[in-house]
């Protein structure tokens, strides 16, 4: 493919994936929370919060402090609210750009793996992924966490492939853009930072440099949200309250025992939503109490841990056919189908990929691809179940391997050339 013909594809693509995306968008009321493809009431506390630190300056209800969740989409919600006013549908338009810059930055790094055409392929799989679009027009912390996962993935890569400082810095950034959405970030960069290859000489001084800078916006982040929980709660809380709430409150969710949880947490998004929210003792004082109550469970039968595990490891790997979508929606078929045919097509070739790269010498990141299908199976299948939590920290690994697995493929058939373009598929020496 020529140049000229390879930009025309790209831009073609990234089109598209931007119409779809505003499709999406201009169809949902932008005066209400949810559209017809909601499944999860999370975006009533997203809102809550954020408004509430628009208009008075306290991430909480009225001047009542909160930690139940994480800070930086409240943050972000209500920085637009407070341009906006409290009209979900300008935050569903800010997403609209940064889910087509998220596939955007995955393109190029499987341009760094695989070379050009690994990038139009990743840019075109992406620009309709369901998995990516479902939630656009939804007010949920994966329209954050996604575009900054993207960002440390593609800095990481870069500085490993002869980048200097300003990669590193970029890493640090979207690194405490990530983990304050959502902790999966801090546990995941172990192994974004074996992509970085600091132990390879040439330029090793900048790109330690850089990452020192971006380790060191990320601690001071982390350092003021902790130092403000200090203040609130008289004690640290190094993530939120929310973490021992759910970790009981999703354990009898996956055994369907939501009335039984209830019975003891009586505090959740629902009752945020209305206003009602205990004081930061209260709150701090029923996190505690559900991460006591969820450990007495997996001490007192040797079989709950295990059956919790492998439901939400069902569900974490099969539910793809977005049946709750579809009850929903209204629709029938539709979602079925474009869930199964979307992921088994990403996974199939995802795992081909992986033998690509491993055969190719990739061994960093085929550690990565590892080590975030271990994270995630070990922190969401002893708490949540779904689909969603895949898609955010294993799927993208897997669209970039499938990428540039069919990139090699269609090259040998003289469609693509995966050399064309600048040479910067192969490693730094």
């Given at each position: 493919?020529?140049?000229g ?24 009321d ?21 408004w ?98 993207a ?10 492939r ?36 600091p132990?390879?000489?040439e330029g ?6 850089g ?9 001071l ?21 929310r ?26 998004s ?11 003792r ?63 097509f990403v ?21 990565a691809?590892?080590?975030a ?57």
């Open positions: 493919m020529a140049g013909k390879r930009l025309r594809f790209y831009a073609l693509a990234v089109a598209l994936g931007l119409g779809v995306r505003a499709w999406l968008v201009a169809g949902t932008g005066g209400s929370l949810y559209n017809r493809w909601s499944t999860v009431d999370d975006g009533e506390v997203y809102d809550r919060f954020a509430n630190l628009a208009a008075q300056g306290v991430l909480g209800v009225g001047r009542r402090p909160s930690a139940f969740i994480l800070p930086a989409y409240p943050v972000f919600v209500a920085g637009i609210y407070s341009l906006s006013g409290r009209y979900p549908g300008a935050v569903r338009w800010v997403q609209v750009l940064l889910g087509i810059l998220m596939v955007m930055m995955l393109g190029r790094v499987a341009r760094l793996l695989g070379g050009p055409g690994a990038e139009l392929l990743m840019v075109a799989m992406g620009a309709v992924y369901p998995y990516f679009l479902y939630f656009i027009p939804q007010l949920l912390t994966e329209n954050i966490f996604l575009p900054a996962f960002g440390m993935l593609w800095t990481a890569l870069r500085m490993g002869g980048g200097g400082w300003l990669d590193g810095f970029l890493h640090g950034v979207c690194l405490a853009a990530a983990a304050m959405t959502r902790a999966i970030g801090i546990f995941i960069e172990p192994a974004l930072l074996l992509l970085a290859r132990w390879v000489r090793r001084a900048g790109r330690l440099r990452l020192g800078l971006g380790y060191l916006f990320f601690a982040a982390w350092g003021s949200w902790m130092a403000r929980n200090r203040a609130v709660f008289g004690e640290i809380v190094p993530l939120d309250t973490t021992g709430w759910y970790l009981y409150y999703s354990q009898m969710v996956t055994l369907d025992r939501t009335g039984e949880a209830w019975r003891h947490l009586p505090y959740g629902r009752r945020i939503a209305e206003g009602a929210i205990p004081s930061p209260e709150e701090l004082a029923i996190s505690k109490e559900g991460r006591r109550l969820a450990f007495k469970n997996m001490r007192g039968d040797w079989k709950f841990l295990p059956s919790i595990v492998l439901k939400n490891s069902a569900a974490m790997w099969l539910c793809l056919d977005f049946s709750e979508v579809r009850r929903h929606s209204g629709l029938a078929a539709l979602p079925a189908v474009a869930g199964w045919l979307s992921y088994l996974l199939c070739f995802g795992l081909a990929g992986f033998l690509w790269a491993r055969r190719r010498g990739e061994w960093e990141f085929c550690a691809v590892l080590w299908v271990f994270v995630t199976m070990a922190i969401y299948a002893t708490t949540s179940a779904g689909n969603r939590y895949r898609a955010t920290t294993i799927d993208p690994f897997l669209m970039i391997l499938a990428s540039c697995w069919l990139s090699e493929r269609l090259s040998r058939l003289g469609y693509l050339d995966v050399h064309e373009g600048p040479a910067i598929a192969g490693k730094a020496q």
